[in-house]
């Protein structure tokens, strides 16, 4: 604690309070360890638990050890970590959004458990997902420990996750630009700097203990200009196949949800489901990254047909896996059902055009990898630089980038949102820095009340409210009951407008029947930009903020924008 205690010592850290660089640079070293060896802990179970489970998988019975492992997973999740089933990116994309990084530090270890009983009885979900939430957990927790503020913690979170994916795939720009792309949204030097520190951290600790491997090696590939033109077609397919994953993924959550059983029983059945179809298909198993090495080597073995049945199946399975209620990410699940989708494509080409010489079908499968990934996640520079990075393959840059674009831009088409985000934004609960929606989400409606109001009765007579406007500077009034202080109505000042010129009506008219009974108002707890919204759609200038029956202030948008600008100088200001 010696060490955290300094911290909140002025005289000591005052140099980090004007220049909170160093100290998030060296802290994001930290945490880029210690995300790195948690990836490395979840790669060594894997393989201990496939290898340890191979030799009962030629039994006419293996088909319940991924549904065994899944309930298992869920199980638990549910009793033991307390923890509901996700896939985890989003959770860590929602805490980044609306609590400033905070995580529980549970979350450190209970995904990679449930993923490792998931994927390594066999079911079809990859491992990076888990990962990236334990990596964040382990920097929201470090940053909590060293006291660091909302934004400093976001980073440092950013810091985890990017650790944790470049340790699993030995690539550290493809872990830098995961983070910044997808999880945080936002391009700063501030973000860039010690995340990148983390990446690079997170990968030599993954290289000093697993040896510097690229994880799908190849033989080099010529490019001509007819696969470059084909390379648009791909495009089209593997968009068509992240839509299909994508939509399958989310059908399957909803059918899974109608079905009368416990959570472990409604896992244990897609597990089963998918040991079914590993019977006839074994690539869908698993992470499937051996497929993955067999298809870029040009060794995967079966026709035209063939393959397209083994992408369908694979985007089956892992929509079984992940929608009945397993643990882990769909990272390998793309990368296998892009390279599937690729090398099905390339050998219809090889077939509908035989005379032309085309790029090896391993290309082709590579491309596939990058569009399946920039089409899921609708992050093209993810795709790029992850299939470049885990392939070593510099020599397709432009074809993957020509296939990564296209595919991207036809899902935004199709499914405007991402499938990390798309639930996220369907709840409103995406908060992008920069965003009005961001901005507005630091500030409450009670740090905005005006309480400067008079309230009036409902027996007032209208010449009693006038020597009440004498001595007030506002234009509305609200109207409360004398004996329990029930808000009744609001008055505003245009309304009694006509009565003013007609001394008559000053003892003739109570303030109860020209009031308006039932007015817009703000709940204390209401979002601010729902309450922004309101006011522009109903021409509003300001509303009265009601709470148990009880008038508690008012609340203007003049004060909502001046607010506004402030909060957003400050945002600027820090995250420049």
């Known amino acids: 604690m010696k060490f955290a205690n300094l911290w909140r010592k002025p005289t000591r850290w005052a140099v980090f309070r004007i220049d909170d660089r160093p100290l998030l640079m060296g802290i994001g070293l930290i945490v880029g360890i210690c995300s790195g060896l948690a990836a490395l802990a979840l790669n060594r179970s894997l393989e201990a638990m496939f290898e340890w489970l191979h030799h009962y ?13 899944a309930a298992l997973s869920s199980l638990f999740l ?44 066999g079911g079809s979900a990859g491992p990076e997902a888990p990962v990236v939430m334990s990596g964040a957990a382990i920097g929201s927790n470090i940053a909590r420990y060293f006291s660091l503020n909302d934004r400093q913690r976001v980073v440092i979170v950013g810091c985890g996750a990017a650790g944790a994916i470049s340790s699993i795939f030995n690539a550290p720009i493809a872990g830098l630009v995961f983070t910044v792309e997808v999880v945080l949204g936002e391009w700063t030097a501030v973000n860039i700097v010690p995340i990148a520190i983390a990446a690079v951290a997170g990968t ?23 696969d470059i033109a084909a390379c648009i077609g791909l495009a089209v397919v593997t968009a068509a196949a992240s839509v299909l994953l994508t ?72 929509s079984l896996t992940l929608g009945w209620g397993g643990s882990g990410g769909i990272f390998a699940p793309c990368l296998v059902v892009g390279s599937l989708a690729g090398l099905a494509y390339h050998r219809f080409l090889v077939l509908l055009m035989p005379s032309v010489d085309w790029v090896a079908e391993g290309c082709f499968a590579l491309l596939g990898m990058a569009g399946l990934v ?73 740090e905005l009340l005006e309480t400067d109001c008079i309230t009036v009765s409902p027996n007032m007579s209208l010449r009693d409210f006038i020597d009440v406007i004498k001595r007030s500077h506002r234009n509305h009034f609200p109207v409360a009951d004398e004996e329990t202080g029930r808000f009744l109505g609001m008055i505003q000042l245009q309304d009694i407008r006509p009565y003013l010129f007609d001394p008559v009506m000053y003892d003739a008219v109570i303030l109860e029947q020209i009031m308006d009974p039932r007015p817009d108002v703000v709940h204390p707890n209401e979002d601010l930009s729902e309450v922004l919204r309101r006011m522009d759609a109903r021409r509003l200038f300001s509303m009265p903020v009601v709470a148990d029956r009880k008038f508690l202030g008012m609340i203007s948008k003049a004060t909502l924008l001046d607010q506004y600008r402030k909060e957003l100088r400050v945002q600027t200001v820090v995250s420049g």
């Open 204 to 226: 030599e600790v993954s290289r000093i203990l697993n040896g510097n491997q690229i994880a799908f090696s190849h033989p080099g590939f010529h490019i001509d200009l007819p």
């Open 78 to 121: 549910d009793k033991v970590a307390k923890e509901g089933a996700g896939h985890g990116v989003p959770e860590v994309i929602y805490s980044v959004s609306r609590y400033g990084g905070l995580l529980r530090f549970r979350s450190a270890w209970s995904r990679l458990v449930s993923s490792c009983l998931t994927i390594g009885s």
């Open 374 to 446: 920039s089409g899921i996640l609708q992050a093209p520079l993810t795709g790029i630089f992850l299939i470049v990075e885990i392939t070593g393959g510099y020599g397709v840059i432009l074809p993957l980038i020509l296939v990564s674009a296209i595919s991207t831009t036809l899902c935004h088409y199709v499914e405007p949102a991402s499938f990390y985000l798309k639930d996220l934004v369907e709840r409103g609960h995406l908060l992008r820095p920069g965003t009005d929606a961001r901005v507005l989400s630091d500030l409450s409606v009670n």
């Open 247 to 318: 939509r399958a993924l989310r059908s399957m959550h909803h059918i899974s949800a109608k079905v009368p059983a416990a959570p472990w029983a409604r896992a244990m059945i897609g597990g089963c489901a998918v040991g079914l179809i590993g019977f006839a298909l074994p690539v869908v198993m698993g992470e499937g990254y051996h497929s993955i090495r067999e298809i870029i080597t040009n060794s995967f073995e079966g026709g035209v047909a063939i393959v397209a049945v083994a992408t369908l199946a694979k985007v089956l399975a892992t």
């Open 57 to 69: 998988r030629h039994y006419w019975w293996a088909f319940i050890l991924p549904g065994a492992g």
